[in-house]
């Protein structure tokens, strides 16, 4: 590993660590494959303070995303054990610098998967479905970042919270999905964003970690992409996702300091 990656890595580890925002980096200073290396040594750098990784999340899996960032692929980061939120916990927003939460579908597997896989195989490779919500936290100031930088920060990855398992794979279509904050809807969508259907996630979950020389072991968590755009958290609120056919998912937020 070179001095940069390592340098880099630190940089962005000690931002989420601190909850302190740093600048975004020069255009150019490093390319996407570099950035993904400097997103390994920085969730290493948290495997070595005592975390353990826990599954991964998607990025970019509604088209009109990619074409925004000028994309033709999806991007990809890891989910840590230290990420979990307890569902139905209260999450101290003082953790994190300007946290969003997304509504979104979180996959849970039963078996390894160690190469790509096709869509009539991805539900046999699945223990269980749930609703979920992900929190995330940029690193950079003001939220903004080249797909580089974005990559590199583990794809603003943050928190989640995890609802309750089922094993509901026909309801994942086209289900509708809602965020309300103390009973006040702020967002609506469909998981048919997700990739047109979400169980498209893991197939491609399956092909961008067996690429990058990786396996996603039994009991991993691959949390699906976005179903809506990102809401700002604010303090002192109540927090639900409800997912048609699938259930919902809840938590609270205090910022302490």
Request: glycine share 8%; with cysteine.
């Amino acid at each position: 590993m070179n001095q940069t990656t390592e340098h880099i890595a630190g940089l962005l580890d000690d931002a989420a660590a601190k909850a302190q925002a740093i600048e975004q980096f020069v255009p150019g200073s490093f390319d996407l494959d570099q950035a993904y290396r400097i997103q390994r040594a920085s969730i290493e750098r948290r495997i070595a303070r005592g975390d353990g990784t826990r599954g991964i999340k998607l990025g970019f899996t509604s088209r009109a995303k990619m074409i925004q960032m000028g994309v033709n692929d999806l991007i990809w980061g890891w989910l840590t054990e230290r990420m979990l939120e307890e569902e139905g916990s209260t999450v101290d927003l003082a953790r994190y610098i300007h946290p969003r939460v997304e509504p979104e579908v979180c996959f849970l597997t039963r078996r390894d998967i160690t190469g790509p896989i096709n869509a009539l195989e991805a539900a046999d490779y699945l223990e269980a479905v749930a609703p979920a919500m992900e929190i995330i936290d940029s690193r950079y100031q003001n939220f903004k970042f080249t797909l580089e930088d974005v990559v590199a920060d583990n794809c603003s990855s943050a928190g989640l919270v995890v609802g309750a398992w089922s094993r509901r794979f026909d309801r994942l279509g086209n289900a509708g999905v809602s965020i309300a904050f103390n009973g006040r809807s702020v967002l609506a969508g469909s998981t048919a964003a997700i990739l047109g259907h979400p169980l498209r996630s893991v197939v491609q979950a399956a092909r961008l970690v067996a690429a990058s020389g990786h396996t996603l072991p039994a009991g991993s968590l691959i949390m699906a992409g976005a179903a809506t755009a990102a809401q700002e958290l604010v303090p002192d609120a109540h927090i639900r996702c409800d997912v048609g056919g699938l259930g919902h998912v809840e938590f609270f937020t205090v910022k302490k300091s």
